[in-house]
């Protein structure tokens, strides 16, 4: 049987003490946790409410550096520039047109020689064309003495038939007989004149002023119709062919009127001896259609007086080892044409963006976006027009990564800095 032990007071007593001991501890340590706790949002707070305010510090943003250049707005004819191969006016090849053999050349008559309008450059032997010719004439001669005895007779006869002498018949007989002597006349006439035309082609002349280009033949030779004799050229004007682009042709004034009281002006520019020589001429013509292959315009520009001397550039000194020479067909000209007169701005291809704009920098220092029609493209350089550009105003002529109107930018100076 379990027994039950009790414990007396003096046993119980030292128990109650020391939970009541715990107790006490454990409300002091959630007294002291609670003050710091509180002290720590009180320290927070007063940090929040008596620190001082921080002083606000700007952000500071650098515009894009960029290159500048002065516009120079320029008004006058605009030049057309362009090249063209040199060429005469006319060149001709001259044929024999009779048969015979070549008894005369003239001294011209060799490659490069100089021959005025006229001038005899080769003979056929004229004596067969000659003798000819006296035959037909003699033909005639004789038909002539016909006709003249047979209007005599009938003047008899028809007298002799009034006074009943002679017959009618007579009469109609002589005036049969002079009616064929005038027909056989007007055919030796004929003759006569094709016998002359023959004799006049044995003397082969010059159809212009100019020089030889080639020549085929010599003294001796024997020739037929058809026999090439030589190559000549007209020396009294030279022609460029110089192709443009339909934007090119635009600036040259009055180029498809052909009533036009005076052409537009030309400079044909060639080098000698590394210099340049220079002669004047004009706007001729177009020629009919556009070239199928390079789809240009070719304009025709001629050149008076050719065969003097060039101009030597301003910026050449005289060679005094060399003279100036004339133009040369063959060679390959350039052309400046004086075109129409208009306002317009040269600047560099580099400040051309999308072909059709520019960007200039305002009073504001920002970026303006301008629309420009381009008039001319010169390679490294181009010639634009807009009413928005200005004098002097400021192109942007470097690039940037990102760019739109009212940007502000920074101009830099000649050494790159910012200014």
Do not use: C
Not at 131 to 155: E, I, M, T
Not at 164 to 181: I, P, V, Y
Not at 223 to 230: L, Y
């Amino acid at each position: 049987m379990n027994e039950r032990v009790v414990p007396t007071s003096a046993e119980a007593e030292p128990s109650l003490n020391s939970d009541a001991q715990e107790a006490d501890h454990g409300k002091r340590w959630g007294l002291v946790s609670g003050g710091l706790i509180a002290a720590g949002i009180l320290g927070f707070v007063l940090l929040q409410v008596l620190a001082p305010d921080p002083g606000q510090v700007p952000r500071v943003v650098n515009a894009p550096l960029v290159q500048v250049q002065a516009i120079e707005i320029t008004r006058g004819p605009i030049p057309v520039k362009g090249n063209g191969p040199v060429r005469p006016r006319a060149e001709v090849l001259l044929v024999a047109q009779v048969s015979g053999e070549i008894v005369e050349t003239s001294p011209a008559l060799v490659t490069g020689g100089s021959f005025k309008q006229g001038d005899t450059l080769a003979r056929i032997d004229p004596r067969p064309y000659q003798a000819a010719l006296d035959q037909v004439a003699a033909d005639r001669l004789a038909r002539q003495a016909d006709l003249d005895f047979a209007g005599k007779q009938l003047a008899r006869d028809q007298q002799l038939t009034q006074s009943g002498a002679a017959s009618e018949r007579r009469r109609d007989e002589t005036l049969n007989q002079r009616d064929r002597a005038r027909a056989q006349i007007a055919g030796l006439d004929a003759l006569i004149s094709a016998r002359a035309i023959d004799l006049e082609r044995t003397a082969i002349t010059a159809p212009f002023d100019g020089r030889v280009l080639t020549e085929q033949i010599d003294i001796g030779s024997v020739v037929q119709p058809g026999t090439e004799i030589g190559r000549v050229y007209a020396s009294d004007i030279f022609e460029i062919v110089v192709p443009f682009s339909d934007r090119e042709a635009a600036l040259i004034p009055g180029l498809w009127d052909t009533q036009r009281r005076q052409a537009p002006r030309a400079k044909a520019t060639l080098p000698f001896r590394e210099r340049l020589y220079s002669w004047d001429g004009y706007v001729d013509r177009v020629e009919a259609g556009i070239d199928p292959e390079t789809r240009t315009i070719d304009v025709v520009i001629r050149v008076p007086n050719p065969t003097q001397v060039g101009r030597l550039g301003e910026d050449h000194a005289q060679d005094t080892l060399a003279e100036a020479p004339p133009m040369l067909i063959g060679t390959y000209a350039a052309v400046e044409i004086e075109g129409m007169t208009l306002s317009y701005a040269l600047i560099p291809r580099v400040a051309l963006r999308n072909s059709d704009t520019i960007w200039l920098v305002d009073n504001n220092q920002s970026i303006q976006v301008v629309k420009i029609d381009l008039v001319q493209d010169q390679g490294a350089m181009v010639a634009v027009r807009s009413p928005e550009i200005l004098d002097g105003a400021q192109l942007i002529v470097s690039d940037l990564a990102i760019a739109a109107a009212g940007l502000k930018v920074s101009i830099a100076d000649q050494g790159g800095a910012r200014r």
